[in-house]
């Protein structure tokens, strides 16, 4: 069936340090794909999304490349930020359902 | 504003009481579903509805219940029958997916409820 995978946490880096948070996705048909933040105590909210292939999703600096060659969804950021602590979710949709990833912790130090 | 809405925040239950959660959304979407989320664990899916009156177990259903009676609302009753359901429920909303073969589903959460059994 579909699935995600997605780096394990937790990632600790000092604030204006580049982020990487890899992950790769495993689907029939031609899913649309999606970044996800959870802040402590709350629920998610969408960050970036890419519905086919070579999209580049973008928002509040972040950035994700829809890559169906090596079925991929890296999530990036050039500088972050202490207010960018959170657990990132990487997700595809699947039919009528969507496929999330156990999530990335990112705690970020000043 | 659009959006979703749950309640309570907090919730406690004593064993072997059956309690249900809120969830209410005004984006006019026709698909709901819940989610049950344990510390740091990923997300479970429990039920998911996408069209009035109907409903669909997901990963985790035993020990839960629906109903979807409008398309606002979809409350999950979490009854005695749930073995641990000490966690964090999540209720999301999102339009139905697109053409076939080709999905947008993309969903908007609530802000959640926790459910604690004393």
């Known amino acids: 069936g579909d699935s995600v995978t997605q780096m394990e946490g937790p990632v600790t880096l000092s604030e204006e340090a580049c982020l990487t948070i890899n992950c790769t996705y495993t689907a029939t048909g031609y899913p649309s794909l999606f970044w996800y933040v959870q802040y402590p105590g709350e629920g998610l909210q969408l960050l970036l999304k890419a519905t086919k292939a070579d999209d580049k999703g973008s928002n509040k600096g972040f950035e994700a490349t829809y890559r169906k060659e090596t079925t991929s969804f890296h999530l990036e950021k050039g500088s972050v930020q202490v207010s960018d602590s959170a657990v990132y979710f990487c997700?595809?949709?699947?039919?009528?359902?969507?496929?999330f990833g156990p999530g990335t912790s990112l705690s970020v130090i000043p | 504003d659009g959006g979703i809405t749950q309640s309570p925040k907090y919730l406690f239950r004593k064993e072997g009481q059956n309690v249900t959660l809120s969830c209410e959304q005004n984006l006019n979407h026709d698909a709901m579903y819940w989610y049950r989320q344990d510390p740091g664990q990923g997300l479970r899916l429990i039920y998911y509805s996408q069209i009035v009156n109907d409903f669909q177990k997901g990963d985790i259903a035993e020990g839960y219940s629906v109903s979807r009676e409008k398309k606002e609302s979809f409350p999950l009753t979490v009854t005695s029958a749930q073995k641990n359901p000490t966690a964090f429920y999540l209720c999301a909303s999102g339009p139905m997916w697109g053409l076939a073969g080709v999905s947008y589903n993309e969903q908007f959460f609530g802000p959640g409820t926790r459910l604690t059994v004393l």
């Open positions: 997700a595809l949709s699947s039919y009528d359902k969507v496929i």
